[in-house]
């Protein structure tokens, strides 16, 4: 019989097993007749029933309970094949098939943003595969697990790889949450499951309690706020976002004073979007003695008409009275102003004052220029010049004042005419033109879609691809049909499809579906003109044919998930 020497363990045992006999000679007396690896081996056999019989039996867990209730319609057979095949898509190891095929896994988040707003679930069998697919997309998060409802997150709790379902549910719509005991159906079983519950429950739970009752809501988180962690005050604070209101103010000014900085930002940013809080007043009141109106009158209040004048770097026509905007920015970051909000380090490569002064204007409610500024319109107060060179500073936190207080006016203002404005990556641009596709998102829907089509016929398809990101999908008029005019033109001046393969693939998705037989006369191979691209006319036949090909599938899906 194979022994062990003395000193020899388990981990001695395992060290010459990977090493190999050769290089090291194992703990163990072969038997006559036996080689070295044999032994080895006989020994970590023995080895292992020994330490098998040493440990004692563990207590058996109770099972799972049983799934909760999902009362949602069940997929049509033929949707349910359809998010089968979405699904298996996205597992394969490559995308197989002509370019032309339509690219599946690009179509499953519109699937499923479809499927939520008819309020379907999923069928149960395909729980696994929507999770594994949440999983490896992040983007698909938020309509995954709304589609998947409370048996998603049940089923999550049983396999540690979709863990990311039990924490990551801010943001997206609130669903029926299932507690570790039973659904919460009254005020004690919510106050219990928000005591006690995982932090995806409590997040979704008080969306939930705020859009049905601000003030309950906010009197659930008040109750734990103290005793949260740093990070959940900071996802549970940025939740109240969405149902804000006047009354939330007394609790925001109370988080200026948490202990963590981001809970402290968060707070101030909230407070700024409530033009009548006191903050925003208190910004205000500093933004006035660092921005102001300056007027070029003679005695009497009769504006001066001599020759033309220099003053703070501006020039003054002699036929109108000079106006113009003068800035002196904070000569320090107080204390008042850092428990405001404003953070006194700026960026590297930033100037103190100009942070300062950009954080106190975008804080600083909209309507206050009007009012201090002599009650010009918001477009007079736009165009008018800024002295010593603070323009691109001052436009810059109007934009993200505009944006942050959702003023479709100010908006408007700063973003001027698309088929005029000049459109530039450098700091020779106007501010509001470095971004331009956050301040559409404050535009109503169809004038977006307008603004970008009037965009793409005067400046084309080369600068316009974040902001057709911003539009309404399906793509309103004249929008659609402005941006399959630009590619048709690309096309026909013998372009490099290649680089148009963002847009191409923004207009699969985004084209409303009713353009597919309107489209179908670009899938033919155009005559190459002199000097195209080698080949470019076959790549386009096959770009335009995956366009239509993805906008006819993209019509029966949604023909598929329509209720009978």
Request: hydrophobic share 45%; aromatic share 6%.
């Amino acid at each position: 019989m194979t022994t062990t020497t003395p000193t020899a363990s388990w981990d001695d045992l395992v060290a010459a097993a990977l090493l190999g006999t050769e290089r090291r000679t194992p703990p163990v007396a072969p038997r006559p007749g036996q080689d070295a690896p044999s032994a080895l081996l006989d020994a970590a056999a023995l080895s292992t029933v020994r330490r098998r019989a040493g440990l004692r039996p563990a207590p058996a867990r109770p099972g799972p309970g049983r799934a909760p209730e999902d009362p949602r319609p069940a997929l049509t057979a033929a949707a349910r094949s359809r998010l089968a095949m979405l699904l298996a898509d996205r597992s394969a190891p490559g995308r197989g098939g002509p370019r032309s095929a339509p690219d599946l896994a690009e179509l499953l988040p519109q699937w499923l943003a479809l499927a939520n707003h008819h309020g379907y679930r999923v069928p149960d069998a395909l729980l696994p595969a929507l999770l594994d697919a949440a999983r490896a997309r992040t983007d698909l998060r938020p309509e995954a697990l709304t589609l998947g409802g409370p048996r998603a997150l049940w089923l999550a709790r049983l396999n540690p790889d979709w863990k990311f379902a039990l924490r990551g549910t801010a943001g997206r719509a609130p669903t029926a949450l299932p507690e570790p005991s039973g659904a919460a159906t009254g005020p004690d079983d919510e106050q219990r499951l928000w005591e006690e519950g995982l932090f995806a429950e409590r997040v979704s739970l008080l969306a939930a309690a705020r859009h049905r009752d601000p003030a309950a809501g906010l009197a659930l988180l008040s109750g734990t706020w103290s005793t949260e962690r740093a990070e959940d005050r900071l996802m549970f604070l940025d939740s109240l976002r969405d149902d804000l209101s006047p009354s939330d103010e007394p609790f925001l000014e109370q988080a200026l004073s948490d202990r963590s900085r981001n809970v402290r930002a968060t707070a101030a940013e909230l407070l700024s979007a409530l033009p009548g809080s006191a903050l925003a007043a208190r910004m205000a009141e500093r933004s006035r003695g660092c921005v102001t109106l300056t007027t070029d009158e003679v005695p009497g209040g009769e504006p001066a008409t001599g020759g033309e004048r220099a003053t703070g770097g501006l020039t003054t026509d002699k036929s109108t009275a000079a106006a113009w905007i003068t800035v002196r920015p904070p000569d320090e970051c107080d204390s008042g102003m850092q428990r405001d909000g404003i953070v006194p380090k700026p960026p590297s490569g930033r100037g103190e004052r100009s942070w300062w002064l950009g954080q106190l204007v975008e804080a600083t409610p909209l309507d206050r220029w009007s009012a201090w500024f002599g009650g010009r319109g918001v477009a007079e107060i736009v165009a008018l010049p800024v002295a010593d060179g603070w323009q691109a500073d001052l436009h810059a936190a109007w934009c993200r004042a505009a944006v942050r207080q959702r003023s479709a006016e100010w908006c408007r203002a700063l973003l001027g005419t698309p088929a005029v404005a000049p459109v530039t990556a450098g700091e020779a641009a106007p501010a509001a033109w470095r971004d331009p596709a956050k301040l559409l998102s404050a535009l109503p829907a169809r004038e977006r879609a307008e603004w970008v089509a009037e965009f793409i016929a005067s400046h084309g398809l080369s600068d316009a691809f974040r902001l057709l990101g911003v539009c309404t999908v399906p793509w309103a008029e004249p929008l659609g049909r402005a941006v399959v005019d630009a590619l048709d033109i690309a096309r026909d001046a013998g372009s490099y499809p290649w680089s148009f393969s963002g847009v191409m693939g923004l207009a699969e998705r985004c084209l409303d579906p009713a353009q597919a037989d309107r489209l179908e006369v670009l899938t033919a191979i155009p005559d190459e003109s002199e000097g195209a691209a080698p080949g470019a006319g076959g790549y386009w036949a096959e770009a335009f044919q995956r366009l239509v090909g993805t906008l006819r599938l993209r019509a029966a899906m949604q023909a598929e998930l329509e209720p009978a």
